[in-house]
């Protein structure tokens, strides 16, 4: 069955930190890769998405993530996390045929201290 | 353009009393979800529909649960009777058909959180 692995549970950071989320999944299959923030008091919004071409992908606020294929990830980055970057963090995967069942990980909490 | 609608946002109900959710979603799109999210974890499919037909509720425990999509737009969610463990945010979702199918964004409504007690 596939599913969706978020390894980092709670993650604290200081202001201008660099920050790494880490995205696994097992499906055999081709699949589009998104990742979704919650910020405190407000509902899940797309931070980006991944559906095919360049595996570099950019999204709001200067986040990116890169699809890796090989490795079945699809991590997320951003060079310098402020403040209003505290959030969840949900990493979510549907194959492109088939079953469209949408998988989310359980989510990194970040924390970032100002 | 209006964004999901879901009421109400907060309930709190006692073990074994019914309760019922509203979602309204994005006008156009043909796919409606329902999740719920545990505190702590991510969102959990709970059925899937494609305008008014089910595509998926394998997770729905369907001794308690039910949903219906009528005209294929808005959609109730009822759980009856609750148990503790349905306390949860009750999240509806809408994402548009695509020629590739229901592989787009989703877009997700405020929620609706139940404390069963």
Redesign the interface.
Known sequence: AQS?S?HNHHVILSEAASLELGCNYSYGGTV?L?W?VQYPGQ????LL?Y?SGDPLVKGIKGFEAEFIKSKFSFNLRKPSVQWSDTAEY?C?V????G?????????TRLKVLA | EAGVAQSPRYKIIEKRQSVAFWCNPISGHATLYWYQQILGQGPKLLIQFQNNGVVDDSQLPKDRFSAERLKGVDSTLKIQPAKLEDSAVYLCASSPWTSGGPTDTQYFGPGTRLTVL
């Not at chain 1, 079953?99 to 989510?107: D, E, L, R, S």
């Open positions: 969706v978020q589009n998104f979704y509902h899940l919004q797309l998405k559906f949900f979510a549907i194959p492109t045929s079953t469209y069942k949408y998988i989310f990980g359980t989510g």
